[in-house]
């Protein structure tokens, strides 16, 4: 903070809300891009290592590995390998997703009752019926549990990326950046509240999704 | 209306055994051992004994969620192994302890899940699966959006005999069905099946350990022994008066002599005639009746037969009409459907040990005995009357 | 590559408060005394809320909002405030230490919670007939059963911890994240931007590992999975972690 600066200058945010909205924008799709291609290898990693159990633990030390991995490294780890574009911040941010939804949907999966399995299996579902019909809806909370884990850490670690990736990859980390670069507490401050703020509501959001699509989890005993 | 009746297949099993642990290798255990049963078109065959004893197994292998290391097993003559997998199972109902009910659909969808595999149409699958829900009792209006939690675990298992009959399979399996309900609802749920199995008449393969629910629910009764083998094959009856071993007869217990009584009913047994009088009719005639007889009371009635209760014939007066003032009312009361077991419960429970024998209407039809009950016994055969021409089955060498 | 591995042999990188093993003293020793003072503020209400359920729901709740936030904001956040407190350190130190401190604490608590509470309410009201004080319970069964979920607790905020404390290089910070930032805010050094990303990788990659093989050990063998043996960072993707949300 310079001598004199007021720490929040709303004047200053009053003639930039274009260029924050732009920013959130742009976090919403560091968020959103890498959650999307994230769930959609975990799901294919997850049904095989629930078909071939043997491959669970290889899968998620690997993925273990990759979660382990501290963000700004990460990042800075691609740069000179696929350059400056948004591949270099999408590779981390979808490996570190995998770990959590690779869980999460393999605890859906196992978690599925196994009278329910025989039961289906017994009243003559082919392998594929029952996956689709009985075991894929069945994990649908926990596959939430684990997307909002997901969505959560991801919108966390995509404001890390714009240390690395300056304007390359923009979102609410670049507010950050500069503002600590041209010592401008209102920006920085800015980008800070407004991811936390994005953040919370996205965690928030999930518990209503996952009540919205599981009506049968809903407390027992009161008439549907 | 589909309709619910009519449909049963026969059941065969011809030399099957199942063997674990990767080769069929003679001297690794077997956990059926050449079992050879047959099971005639609409009864209902319990297959009891001891855990680990193959039972459950032998049942599984009829829908082939477990493969016969050898042996057949016939459905109405054709090879269940010849059958296209998930056709053979949808034309089976299966009934399991745990229920697996699915958890995320409603109990109208439950009950839909065959015919949806069968591609029935959605209006055709709602009104099945309500006709089924009303059958086993559970209101369509009050349950069908219900889910399985919301139900308590005597419902969940009506629905889950509901879903098994949805496509009114020729065959249904039931392993250990009423397993796992306290045993008050577990009996109202067995006196309600039985009902619902005179109209239907399915062919009924009844996994239970429970030798009672043995007894009371089959027809013919396979008792099983550990490694795989039957003991002893036959109708209740003939286990109770007739163990074939001495596994059978300890398995079966020592009160078989009471168990017996279980499987005949009032119906069974030439009752008495009742020494009735109308309410307002001459108590004079009644009086000079009760005291000629040797059982000097007289059954006060209404005027549809219905009983109202006992008179001692000394204490009527000479004339006037009788009324129901005078009337005790404490007698037990008994149905022709009632077990000679509970019957007899009931007329040692209660101060006068006469019992008063019923109809639907409730209109008086005579009167039953400790002494007649005991008679029956020690005549030594109860058997229901459709038992006389059953087919013969395949008992297996108890001395094997 | 080579480059790489002359920047790691030379001896001029292994010497002074800009070396290697200074830098990894500093993120070291700053994560050790984040974690410390999060396990003291974590434990003790993790247990409190396990053992006797109050306050549960409420300080689940919030800590599982601070589990939420993103690291880099908190670091920002406390900006200002460490720049009041200490003009000198206001700019390195305090701000990265706080901030590990504040995200370090949320996993420790949780998982705590989680553990006590996972062990059977049965045994415990078994113990509590046997004559067991409220202490004696918390000391001789429930803390012993949840040690290994607790462990996974610290795994999860070691973790946080170190790569918070890399980015902590960025507010001006010491630590390995010195040499990643540096690294690539002076394009003519690639060899040390690399050598940073080994480094930290190897720390956090390195302490897990030992983590996770503390954690198996302390495990009774009845209750280890056959497919566990090391199955990445701890702390399920659990709903159960969150008891009603929202």
Same mark, same amino acid.
């Given at each position: 903070?310079?001598?004199?600066?007021?720490?929040?200058?709303?004047?200053?945010?009053?003639?930039?809300?274009?260029?924050?909205?732009?920013?959130?924008?742009?976090?919403?799709?560091?968020?959103?891009?890498?959650?999307?291609?994230?769930?959609?290898?975990?799901?294919?990693?997850?049904?095989?290592?629930?078909?071939?159990?043997?491959?669970?633990?290889?899968?998620?030390?690997?993925?273990?590995?990759?979660?382990?991995?501290?963000?700004?490294?990460?990042?800075?780890?691609?740069?000179?390998?696929?350059?400056?574009?948004?591949?270099?911040?999408?590779?981390?941010?979808?490996?570190?997703?995998?770990?959590?939804?690779?869980?999460?949907?393999?605890?859906?999966?196992?978690?599925?009752?196994?009278?329910?399995?025989?039961?289906?299996?017994?009243?003559?579902?082919?392998?594929?019926?029952?996956?689709?019909?009985?075991?894929?809806?069945?994990?649908?909370?926990?596959?939430?549990?684990?997307?909002?884990?997901?969505?959560?850490?991801?919108?966390?670690?995509?404001?890390?990326?714009?240390?690395?990736?300056?304007?390359?990859?923009?979102?609410?980390?670049?507010?950050?950046?500069?503002?600590?670069?041209?010592?401008?507490?209102?920006?920085?401050?800015?980008?800070?509240?407004?991811?936390?703020?994005l953040a919370v509501s996205a965690d928030v959001l999930f518990v209503q999704i996952e009540r919205w699509i599981t009506p049968w989890a809903r407390a027992p005993g009161s008439a549907g | 209306m589909e309709s619910s009746a009519g449909r049963a297949a026969t059941v065969e099993f011809d030399q099957v055994s199942k063997r674990y642990g990767g080769s069929a290798k003679a001297g690794t255990p077997a956990a059926v051992n050449d079992l050879s049963l047959s099971i005639p078109a609409g009864r209902i065959c319990v297959l009891v004994g001891p855990s680990g004893c193959g039972k459950t197994t032998s049942l599984k292998m009829v829908n082939r969620l477990?493969?016969?290391?050898?042996?057949?097993?016939?459905?109405?003559?054709?090879?269940?192994?010849?059958?296209?997998? !998930?056709?053979?199972?949808?034309?089976?109902?299966?009934?399991?302890?745990?229920?697996?009910?699915?958890? =995320?659909?409603?109990?109208?969808?439950?009950?839909?899940?065959?015919?949806?595999?069968?591609?029935?149409?959605?209006?055709?699958?709602? &009104?099945?699966?309500?006709?089924?829900?009303?059958?086993?009792?559970?209101?369509?209006?009050?349950?069908?959006?219900?889910?399985?939690?919301?139900?308590?675990?005597?419902?969940?298992?009506?629905?889950?005999?509901?879903?098994?009959?949805?496509?009114?399979?020729?065959?249904?399996?039931?392993?250990?069905?009423? +397993?796992?309900?306290?045993?008050?609802?577990?009996?109202?749920?067995?006196? &309600?099946?039985?009902?619902?199995? &005179?109209?239907?008449?399915?062919?009924?393969?009844?996994?239970? =350990?429970?030798?009672?629910?043995?007894?009371?629910?089959?027809?013919?009764?396979?008792?099983?022994?550990? +490694?795989?083998?039957?003991?002893?094959? +036959?109708?209740?009856?003939?286990?109770?008066?007739?163990?074939?071993?001495?596994?059978?007869?300890?398995?079966?217990?020592?009160?078989?002599?009471?168990?017996?009584?279980?499987?005949?009913?009032?119906?069974?047994?030439?009752? =008495?005639?009742?020494?009735?009088?109308?309410?307002?009719?001459?108590?004079?005639?009644?009086?000079?009746?009760?005291?000629?007889?040797?059982?000097?009371?007289?059954?006060?009635?209404?005027?549809?037969?219905?009983?109202?209760?006992?008179?001692?014939?000394?204490?009527?007066?000479?004339?006037?009409?009788?009324?129901?003032?005078?009337?005790?009312?404490?007698?037990?009361?008994?149905?022709?459907? !009632? !077990?000679?077991?509970?019957?007899?419960?009931?007329?040692?429970?209660?101060?006068?040990?006469?019992?008063?024998?019923?109809?639907?209407?409730?209109?008086?039809? +005579?009167?039953? !005995?400790?002494?007649?009950?005991?008679?029956?016994?020690?005549?030594? =055969?109860?058997?229901?009357?459709?038992?006389?021409?059953?087919?013969?089955?395949?008992?297996?060498?108890?001395?094997? | 590559?080579?480059?790489?591995?002359?920047?790691?042999?030379?001896?001029?990188?292994?010497?002074?408060?800009?070396?290697?093993?200074?830098?990894?003293?500093?993120?070291?020793?700053?994560?050790?005394?984040?974690?410390?003072?999060?396990?003291?503020?974590?434990?003790?209400?993790?247990?409190?809320?396990?053992?006797?359920?109050?306050?549960?729901?409420?300080?689940?709740?919030?800590?599982?909002?601070?589990?939420?936030?993103?690291?880099?904001?908190?670091?920002?956040?406390?900006?200002?405030?460490?720049?009041?407190?200490?003009?000198?350190?206001?700019?390195?130190?305090?701000?990265?230490?706080?901030?590990?401190?504040?995200?370090?604490?949320?996993?420790?608590?949780?998982?705590?919670?989680?553990?006590?509470?996972?062990?059977?309410?049965?045994?415990?009201?078994?113990?509590?007939?046997?004559?067991?004080?409220?202490?004696?319970?918390?000391?001789?069964?429930?803390?012993?059963?949840?040690?290994?979920?607790?462990?996974?607790?610290?795994?999860?905020?070691?973790?946080?911890?170190?790569?918070?404390?890399?980015?902590?290089?960025?507010?001006?910070?010491?630590?390995?994240?010195?040499?990643?930032?540096?690294?690539?805010?002076?394009?003519?050094?690639?060899?040390?931007?690399?050598?940073?990303?080994?480094?930290?990788?190897?720390?956090?990659?390195?302490?897990?590992?030992?983590?996770?093989?503390?954690?198996?050990?302390?495990?009774?063998?009845?209750?280890?999975?056959?497919?566990?043996?090391?199955?990445?960072?701890?702390?399920?993707?659990?709903?159960?972690?969150?008891?009603?949300?929202?």
């Amino acid at each position: 903070m310079l001598p004199g600066q007021q720490l929040i200058d709303f004047s200053w945010i009053g003639d930039h809300l274009g260029q924050i909205a732009e920013r959130i924008g742009q976090h919403l799709e560091l968020t959103i891009l890498p959650v999307a291609i994230g769930f959609l290898i975990a799901l294919v990693l997850s049904i095989w290592a629930v078909r071939q159990p043997i491959v669970y633990g290889p899968i998620t030390a690997v993925t273990g590995v990759l979660y382990t991995i501290p963000s700004l490294a990460a990042f800075a780890v691609l740069i000179p390998i696929t350059g400056l574009s948004l591949v270099s911040a999408l590779i981390p941010l979808v490996s570190y997703t995998l770990l959590i939804l690779v869980r999460s949907i393999v605890a859906g999966f196992r978690g599925v009752a196994p009278e329910v399995l025989e039961a289906a299996e017994g009243m003559g579902y082919t392998r594929t019926q029952r996956l689709i019909r009985v075991e894929f809806p069945l994990a649908v909370p926990m596959m939430i549990a684990g997307l909002r884990l997901a969505t959560v850490t991801a919108i966390g670690l995509a404001t890390v990326a714009s240390i690395i990736g300056g304007d390359t990859f923009g979102g609410l980390g670049q507010l950050i950046t500069e503002g600590l670069q041209t010592f401008f507490p209102t920006k920085y401050l800015l980008g800070a509240a407004l991811s936390v703020v994005l953040a919370v509501s996205a965690d928030v959001l999930f518990v209503q999704i996952e009540r919205w699509i599981t009506p049968w989890a809903r407390a027992p005993g009161s008439a549907g | 209306m589909e309709s619910s009746a009519g449909r049963a297949a026969t059941v065969e099993f011809d030399q099957v055994s199942k063997r674990y642990g990767g080769s069929a290798k003679a001297g690794t255990p077997a956990a059926v051992n050449d079992l050879s049963l047959s099971i005639p078109a609409g009864r209902i065959c319990v297959l009891v004994g001891p855990s680990g004893c193959g039972k459950t197994t032998s049942l599984k292998m009829v829908n082939r969620l477990i493969e016969p290391t050898s042996g057949r097993i016939l459905l109405d003559g054709v090879d269940a192994a010849g059958r296209e997998l !998930t056709e053979l199972r949808r034309g089976i109902g299966y009934v399991i302890q745990q229920t697996g009910l699915f958890p =995320h659909q409603t109990v109208v969808e439950n009950v839909g899940t065959v015919p949806r595999l069968l591609g029935w149409s959605g209006a055709r699958i709602r &009104e099945r699966s309500e006709e089924l829900l009303g059958l086993v009792g559970l209101d369509p209006a009050k349950y069908s959006r219900r889910f399985p939690s919301q139900l308590s675990g005597g419902e969940r298992q009506r629905v889950g005999v509901a879903r098994a009959l949805a496509a009114d399979p020729p065959i249904m399996l039931m392993d250990e069905p009423f +397993g796992a309900v306290d045993p008050i609802v577990r009996e109202r749920l067995q006196d &309600e099946f039985l009902r619902l199995q &005179e109209e239907l008449a399915k062919t009924i393969l009844f996994v239970t =350990h429970d030798i009672d629910e043995a007894i009371k629910m089959g027809d013919l009764v396979a008792v099983f022994e550990i +490694g795989g083998k039957v003991a002893q094959f +036959g109708t209740p009856a003939e286990l109770l008066a007739s163990p074939a071993s001495d596994f059978v007869a300890r398995f079966v217990g020592t009160d078989r002599g009471l168990k017996r009584l279980a499987l005949s009913r009032v119906a069974d047994l030439t009752l =008495h005639a009742a020494p009735t009088a109308v309410v307002g009719s001459d108590a004079g005639e009644a009086r000079r009746r009760g005291l000629a007889a040797s059982f000097q009371f007289v059954l006060l009635t209404d005027p549809a037969n219905r009983p109202l209760g006992w008179i001692d014939a000394a204490t009527l007066p000479e004339s006037g009409p009788l009324t129901e003032a005078l009337a005790n009312p404490t007698s037990p009361f008994v149905n022709k459907r !009632t !077990t000679l077991k509970d019957a007899l419960s009931l007329l040692l429970d209660s101060d006068v040990q006469v019992g008063i024998v019923t109809d639907r209407t409730g209109a008086v039809q +005579g009167l039953v !005995t400790v002494d007649m009950i005991a008679e029956r016994m020690r005549e030594g =055969h109860i058997a229901p009357a459709y038992l006389v021409d059953a087919p013969p089955g395949a008992p297996a060498d108890p001395a094997e | 590559m080579d480059s790489v591995v002359n920047w790691f042999l030379d001896p001029l990188n292994w010497q002074g408060s800009a070396g290697i093993p200074n830098r990894l003293f500093e993120h070291v020793s700053l994560s050790g005394a984040a974690l410390l003072v999060a396990a003291l503020i974590g434990l003790p209400i993790g247990l409190f809320i396990g053992h006797t359920g109050r306050f549960a729901t409420a300080v689940i709740n919030i800590a599982n909002i601070g589990r939420a936030i993103p690291s880099y904001a908190v670091l920002v956040i406390i900006l200002p405030v460490s720049l009041q407190i200490s003009p000198e350190y206001g700019l390195n130190v305090i701000p990265t230490f706080l901030a590990m401190t504040l995200l370090a604490i949320p996993p420790i608590l949780v998982t705590t919670y989680a553990g006590i509470r996972e062990v059977d309410r049965d045994l415990v009201e078994a113990a509590r007939g046997m004559g067991l004080r409220e202490p004696q319970i918390l000391g001789r069964l429930e803390i012993p059963l949840a040690t290994p979920v607790i462990v996974g607790g610290f795994r999860t905020a070691t973790l946080q911890v170190i790569a918070t404390a890399t980015i902590g290089a960025v507010v001006g910070g010491g630590g390995l994240g010195r040499f990643i930032v540096d690294g690539f805010s002076n394009p003519s050094l690639p060899a040390q931007l690399y050598a940073g990303v080994i480094l930290v990788a190897g720390l956090a990659i390195g302490l897990d590992i030992v983590l996770a093989l503390i954690q198996r050990r302390i495990t009774p063998r009845a209750l280890r999975g056959p497919l566990d043996r090391w199955a990445g960072p701890a702390e399920q993707a659990s709903p159960a972690d969150s008891p009603g949300m929202g």
